[in-house]
């Protein structure tokens, strides 16, 4: 082939640090506007962008120029950079956790998995984001180590 053809459609999920800062109620929808621009900045294109004050969503198309390594760390590392921008001390002791989930959807998939990002508060109201994970990796069928799921 002489091109690169790709469609590579990633569900993102990655949390702040335990015991540190969590996003305020009032800056959510403009960071997740702000995430959607840096994955679309970075070659992805967003579908979806959603969460609560301690962890975020992504739905995107996947860029075929970064490895989802690099693609996850500049989105975090742009994201947290602009955190402190709107509020330097009050996000002063922000930081994510360093690792991530990142998980492929089907095509078939996308609006379910589009749905359940926009319905966040709804999840939550009966599940812990920690519990949410765990299901999350079930649902995918990823083997985990307890111990290592979260940065202290």
């Known amino acids: 082939m002489a091109s690169t053809l790709t469609q590579i459609v990633l569900h993102v999920?990655?949390?702040?640090?335990?015991?540190?800062?969590?996003?305020?109620d009032c800056d959510l929808t403009r960071l997740f506007e702000y995430i959607a621009g840096v994955v679309n900045g970075l070659g992805g294109a967003?579908?979806?962008?959603?969460g609560m004050p301690d962890h975020?969503?992504?739905l995107m198309l996947m860029t075929k120029n970064m490895s989802v390594a690099d693609f996850v760390k500049e989105v975090k590392i742009s994201s947290s950079k602009w955190l402190r921008t709107i509020d330097m001390h009050f996000y002063n002791a922000f930081n994510w956790q360093s690792g991530y989930g990142a998980f492929s959807v089907s095509p078939s998939l996308i609006e379910t998995t589009r749905n359940y990002i926009a319905n966040q508060a709804q999840?939550?109201?009966?599940?812990?984001?920690f519990e949410e994970l765990r299901y999350i990796l079930r649902g995918y069928g990823v083997k985990y180590d307890e111990r290592y799921l979260f940065d202290e």
């Open 123 to 129: 999840h939550h109201r009966n599940r812990s984001s």
């Open 13 to 24: 999920v990655f949390h702040t640090k335990p015991k540190r800062t969590n996003i305020r």
């Open 56 to 58: 975020v969503h992504i």
């Open 46 to 50: 967003t579908i979806q962008v959603g």
